[in-house]
């Protein structure tokens, strides 16, 4: 079951979209939904990563830019 939703495209987009969605053979809700679930996908991922890192302990900026100062990498 699909639920329908208005989307305002550029106009360069929008034109990209149709002869895109026309080479693949494919309409432009998919191609839309397409990268939707991968933008979520990421999103999903990015959030593990750092689920997984929050134990991790933390620098300032300035801390690391004196660390790379001081071992010669600046």
Known sequence: MTKRSTI???????TALRVKAAHAGRSISHLVNEVVR?????????????????SEPTITYE????????????
């Open 63 to 74: 801390a690391l830019l004196n660390d790379l100062k001081t071992h010669g990498k600046i």
């Open 38 to 54: 991968h933008a979520l996908s990421e999103d999903q991922e990015d959030l593990s990563a750092f689920e997984e890192r929050a």
């Open 8 to 14: 305002y495209f550029d106009p360069e987009i929008h």
